[in-house]
């Protein structure tokens, strides 16, 4: 639009993709759907999870179909996607897959279902497995109206222990960084400098997972992580916040670890774990900054330590503090009446005030004193049976 007289022009192209939803990734000339969907996996001899992709070509406000593929296994989030340097890179997940008996003789060990007295159904097993793998495929060359295919070259496979899965993903650049976890959690440094010979650098196995991992410096080696600790079986015990350091990209280290709260009686989460734009870092300088959490403590035993709100930490190389806590809701107010709708989980810093948004309420809070500066609570319902209580 060049002006305000001027029409707007809509350009627009589809395909058909063997799915109903999935995640989308964006650069300067290009689109990728990633559509969650089944196919045949040679590798596991059975029908799996699968993932496909349709890449769109972008010129100026016009879109065409141009790259197709597919890949075994699930994307775990929209971090799990990635295009640098002509290749799309993807994490994926296997976890199932399905295989039909070519027969099965009436007096085998499976009993097939009889569908009436002359006939009987084969069904199909469903088998399970875990494989996870960070795949790189080249972007081919778009030229004409047929499009092309995502040609795999290289790939990293079997990274976890047996039955673990992706929990975190972040790619940067020539780097990535992978998350798995089924009891302990191991912490992947990725080499992706050669697209066709890529390897794992490095590996740190702690306790719990992290499930949101944000850069904190230029080279992309300080990494704040927000996850669960957990102990030795995998029981998750509480929100934790760790501090990985690959500045050694062969030997990386966690420089500290801070959780929410460990009792067993109590239980923690955050919305960071699976709605990443509730996640605030505030930069203060070279790798020092302002970590704003929402977080929510609730305790089965003790309703005085019932927690709805934020926190504040101060991050750096020297660790992990809290520097104060914004409450949305606790103690009495934690199970009041309410509507239905809620507002999601955001903080927004303006002018050394922090602003956040959770559940029924609206607070602005001084970054440097915690002091309330103004709040907002959201209507209630006059009727008491318009009550939702939490």
């Not at 959690?185 to 992290?210: A, H, K, M, R």
Request: aromatic share 12%; charged share 20%; proline share 6%.
């Amino acid at each position: 639009i060049t002006d305000d007289s001027t029409e707007l022009q809509i350009s627009m192209s589809g395909a058909f993709m063997p799915s109903s939803w999935g995640y989308t990734y964006t650069v300067s000339n290009m689109l990728v759907f990633a559509a969650q969907g089944w196919n045949w996996i040679p590798s596991v001899g059975g029908t799996g999870e699968t993932t496909y992709f349709m890449g769109f070509s972008l010129n100026g406000d016009s879109s065409a179909p141009g790259a197709v593929g597919s890949l075994p296994g699930y994307l775990l989030n929209q971090y799990s996607m990635d295009i640098f340097d002509g290749h799309l890179r993807v994490a994926t997940t296997i976890q199932s897959f399905w295989t039909v008996p070519e027969s099965i003789p009436a007096t085998g060990e499976t009993e097939p279902m009889p569908v009436d007295n002359d006939e009987m159904a084969i069904l199909p097993i469903q088998e399970w497995i875990t494989q996870n793998q960070v795949v790189i495929l080249k972007i081919p060359t778009l030229s004409g109206n047929e499009p092309a295919e995502f040609d795999e070259v290289g790939r990293i496979p079997d990274l976890g222990k047996e039955g673990e899965v992706f929990t975190a993903v972040r790619f940067f650049d020539q780097i990535a960084y992978v998350v798995t976890f089924e009891r302990t959690d191991p912490f992947y440094v990725l080499n992706l400098t050669d697209p066709v010979n890529p390897g794992v650098l490095g590996e740190l196995n702690i306790t719990g997972f992290s499930s949101y991992l944000h850069s904190m410096n230029a080279n992309n080696t300080l990494l704040l992580a927000v996850g669960q600790e957990a102990d030795e079986n995998g029981r998750q015990l509480g929100v934790q916040i760790t501090l990985f350091d690959a500045t050694d990209p062969t030997n990386p280290v966690d420089l500290d670890r801070y959780v929410a709260e460990q009792d067993l009686d109590t239980w923690s989460s955050s919305s960071v774990e699976f709605d990443f734009k509730a996640f605030r870092y505030l930069e203060l300088g070279v790798e020092v900054g302002i970590l704003i959490l929402p977080l929510y403590i609730n305790s089965w035993n003790d309703p005085s330590k019932n927690f709805d709100g934020f926190v504040v930490y101060d991050i750096s190389r020297q660790g992990i503090s809290q520097r104060f806590n914004i409450t949305h809701a606790g103690g009495n107010e934690f199970y009041g009446c309410y509507y239905w709708a809620r507002l999601p989980e955001r903080s927004l810093v303006f002018n050394g005030n922090v602003t956040t948004l959770k559940g029924h309420s609206v607070l602005s809070t001084d970054l440097d004193t915690g002091e309330l500066s103004w709040e907002l609570e959201l209507l209630k319902p006059e009727n008491p049976q318009d009550c939702v209580y939490w």
